[in-house]
């Protein structure tokens, strides 16, 4: 005979998955507002609880549980205002910097850069060392270099995790598929530096890393949370970021527009297609174009560096050959513009430093685009990031899981009114 179930059965079942729904729903609840929580104070340190409170449209009781629990675990600290004459005398909230520590590490062309950052992001320790296309020699020289590093962090904290920027196709699983200006080729790097050290590894695409610095930095304006990041170098690499999130694909490696064909009767590409847009824009084809122009000794070629000294300098054959690369930028951020419909575009790259020349050639053909496609808002700038964007990327990758749970990631913080309180000095 079936089994019955009774009705007294199914209210309970249900009462059951209700109530444990209700409990994710809770702690999920609890987690998003203490990740928020932590964002506001890593934005707008100096602040209270009180302006957190209002800003977040939260109880006081809240905020201050929420609180209380950060300074139990060490994740934050309060510091008591100046006495103010009247009225009560308010505590300021700070990220404990030795709350934990973490390092990135940029994978460049030719150097690669080590930096230990504290839990602000603070950098505290930088090395660097030549960058090898043979990865058993590399791997050594890596875990060799960071060594010191890694008990640098052990003996301040602990080291929570080491983020990686890779100038190549990063998978899903974190191997590094193809590095083609290396020679890399399934290259596991995370899988070595894991067992060596005993910490989580991230590891991700160079232009997605740098977007991501983007996205972490707080002192840049106008950039939104719809942008494509575009860095020129040998090749073109870009990182593009949707509703606030990095934006990877479904197998890990969108944003690979440098291998955009922008004209199939063009130079013949590493990939084997003929007119990819890194061929036609990159740094080496700016060099090519000026070489078109003046014949030169195959023994002493120019760099980047010296040909936009001469354009700026006044160099007719170096600026038409900054603009013709121009030209060909402006091909594919329009190809970009059209399809994925951005805010903003920032550029990056040794270009940039010519950027009254190119930046003008690009609003140019750009203000050729497609009638009816919004384009006049759409905002193209330099980088404005001080530090190295692909070195912040790679300690932003290691940092950036605490201040949002998975479902949210790298969220932006809105901006809050200051307090007309005098503000103390950091000090512990």
Known sequence: MANRVSMKQVAQRKLSKSNELRS?????????????????????????????????GLQRSTVSVIMDHLIQKRVVYEVRAPSASRGRVPYFLYLNPDYLF????????LQTT?????FTGRILLQEGIATETNVETFAGKLVL??????????SRSRLDGIGIAVPGLVDNSGT???????????????RILSEEFG?????????KSSALAHLWQTDIQGVGRNYVYVYVNQGIGTGLVFNGRIHSGFSGTAGE??????DRRGPECNCGNHGCWEVMADNRAALQYYYERVPHNPGKELTIEELIGLANQGNLAAREAIQETAECLAIGIGNILVGLNPECVILDGELTKAWNIIGEV?????????????????????????????????????????????AFHFFRVPSIEAEPIEVPAIAK
């Open 257 to 262: 527009f440098g291998h955009m064909v922008i």
């Open 24 to 56: 994710a729903g809770q702690d999920t609840i609890r987690r998003i507002n203490q990740t928020m929580v932590l964002n506001y104070i890593r934005y707008r340190s100096p602040i209270s609880r009180a302006t957190i409170a209002k800003a977040m």
């Open 102 to 109: 973490v390092i990135g590490i940029d994978v460049g062309l």
């Open 362 to 406: 690009i609003e140019k053909n750009l203000a050729r685009g497609v009638p009816g496609l919004e384009r006049e808002h759409v905002r193209i700038i330099p980088s404005p990031m001080k530090q190295k964007p692909s070195l912040v990327g790679a300690i932003s990758l290691a940092l950036c899981g605490h201040f949002a749970p998975p």
């Open 176 to 190: 590094v598929r193809l590095a083609p200006n290396l020679g890399w080729t399934n290259f596991d790097i995370g």
């Open 199 to 207: 910490v989580p590894i991230y590891i991700e695409n160079v232009s």
């Open 145 to 154: 270099t960071l060594k010191p590093f890694v008990e640098s962090a052990r």
């Open 114 to 118: 080590f930096a230990l950052s504290d």
